[in-house]
Every structure is written in structure tokens, then in C-alpha cells.
């Protein structure tokens, strides 16, 4: 993966460049999935942090019948500037058809 976002960012430099958000996004739903075993849902936030990005990745963790009964988990991830994860916690879970009233 490494070298597909050096070719589709134009490479970093060895100043410390980050990874573009598009490849930051890949990286984090990828990589969470390799750890997880669980497909990600979607990527509900990016931000840069430090050297690197934190993203917040949406997970089916339980499928059922009917879908907006299925139990959803949010993980926080940290990538660093490569775009290799260096830290995922799970901090939130909730039913798929839950309104988020935050």
C-alpha cells in the first residue's frame, strides 16, 4: 500500500509530508478492517493530527434482521503520516438506526 500512496500523492519527501486525505481515508478503513475482521461502513471524519491523521471509521459489528437493527461501532484511528495505523480504539457502539442525539 506504501508505494500505491507514494504514486497516487506524488510521494512524500523527507521533510515529513503527510499522505493526502484520499489516501489517508483508504488507509485507515483498510487497515482497521485487516486488524478487525469487520468491513468498514464508511469513514465519518478525517483530521490532521501531529505528522499524521485521525479518522473515525463506522463498523457493522452485529448484522441483523431487519439492517436498523444491526449494531454499529465507531473506531478512532491514528495514522501516522505514511499512512501506516499506529493506534485504534472502539468508542462508541449503537443500533444502525439510531438518530445520534449528541
Known sequence: MASEDAADD??????GARIKARSALRAAAVQLAELTGREPHSVSSLQPAGGGWTA???????????????????????LDG?????????THRYS??????R
Open 10 to 15: 506524488g510521494g512524500n519527501d523527507s521533510r
Open 56 to 78: 473515525h471509521v463506522e463498523v457493522t459489528e452485529i448484522e441483523r434482521i431487519p439492517d436498523t437493527a444491526s449494531v454499529m461501532a465507531t473506531y478512532k484511528v491514528d
Open 82 to 90: 505514511d499512512g501506516e495505523l499506529l493506534a485504534y480504539e472502539q
Open 96 to 101: 444502525k438506526g439510531q438518530i445520534d442525539r
